[in-house]
């Protein structure tokens, strides 16, 4: 009987010892299983629980990118207490990463933006200042506005409306990709190198030889109209990308790209080749197009239809009102 229950204690003790395994097993998987693929755990005790190793450039990096410490700990799989932890460690603070201006300097700042986006609100002004690697608190900024721009804040106030913007839900970045075809595919102004051959022959294949699709001339005009939109768009889309958005809790446009890409890390689309030939000896000969109007009756146009008349279809009953008046 001795023997019997010396047996029974030795298996109870093995039981034991398997769930203990059994269960810091599990709890290791469920670690793991939470954490981003570039946080590890490293187990330095035999005893207690393991430290987590978040690496300093990719902290520093999200931080840099102005997302809340909460998104980033949700993003990591961690608690903000232990990554407040890791930041103390590497003395790394959110108050550290903003901008140490003064007024004056600030005040400047937002009136160099303002020539350029006269219209723009706080949240633009804003992303404006992040897009130039200045980081400043939202009552800072706000203040700035109003002393630079107090008239402009009042006649923005007074003129506040509701813009229908088409809503997207998408998983992840690159998943959807939005190409605005509005006025792209009606008529293409380009010059007479060789690269706009593929360009020419789209534009007259698909609307024809005699619509007057594709225009080609010197390519001073169209580039000069380029550098100047190129100029101004640069800094608007530059601010929007580093804009809040309201509806996605306060993140901007860069915010939320590189949050997707931390969680649905998807490789760029394949680039397929058209086929057309880059030779600058090719070339494209434009038909010469007849203007079906006489001398005279392009001032009666001018004096028949007035363009810069008040219209209810954003310009559409102008539009056939002309081309009913030439075909006529």
């Not at 290791?28 to 035999?46: A, M, S, T, W």
């Not at 990463?97 to 600030?106: F, K, W």
Request: net charge neutral.
């Amino acid at each position: 009987s001795n023997v019997s229950k010396c047996n029974y204690l030795l298996s109870t003790s093995d039981v034991e010892q398997k769930l203990r395994e059994l269960h810091n097993t599990i709890q290791q998987y469920r670690d793991n299983q939470d954490l981003h693929p570039f946080v590890q755990i490293e187990r330095r005790h035999k005893s207690g629980r393991p430290q987590i190793i978040i690496p300093t450039e990719h902290l520093s990096h999200l931080l840099y990118l102005g997302l809340p410490v909460t998104t980033i700990a949700n993003l990591m799989g961690v608690s903000c207490a232990t990554l407040f932890r890791r930041m103390a460690e590497n003395n790394l603070s959110v108050r550290g990463m903003y901008s140490p201006y003064t007024d004056a300097e600030l005040d400047e700042h937002v009136s160099r933006i303002k020539e350029t986006m006269p219209h723009a609100g706080y949240r633009l002004v804003k992303g404006a200042l992040e897009a130039q690697r200045h980081r400043v608190q939202w009552d800072r900024v706000k203040a700035s506005m109003h002393r630079v721009d107090s008239l402009g804040i009042l006649s923005r106030m007074t003129r506040l409306g509701c813009i229908i913007r088409r809503t997207y839900s998408v998983p992840c970045p690159k998943y959807l990709v939005h190409i605005d075809t509005n006025h792209k595919l009606i008529r293409v102004c380009a010059d007479q190198g060789g690269e706009n051959v593929g360009v020419a022959c789209l534009m007259l294949t698909v609307r024809g030889p005699d619509s007057g699709s594709f225009i080609a001339g010197k390519s001073a005009q169209p580039r000069l109209w380029r550098d100047l939109w190129m100029g101004v768009t640069k800094v608007f889309r530059e601010g929007w990308d580093n804009h809040a958005l309201r509806t996605e809790q306060n993140l901007t446009p860069n915010q939320l790209w590189e949050v997707g890409q931390l969680q649905n890390p998807i490789a760029n689309p394949e680039v397929i080749h058209c086929g057309y030939v880059n030779n600058s000896d090719f070339g494209v000969n434009l038909p010469q197009l007849d203007c079906p109007l006489t001398l005279q009756q392009p001032e009666q146009l001018r004096e028949y239809i007035d363009p810069l008349q008040p219209s209810e279809s954003n310009g559409m009953d102008l539009f056939l009102n002309t081309v009913q008046y030439v075909e006529s």
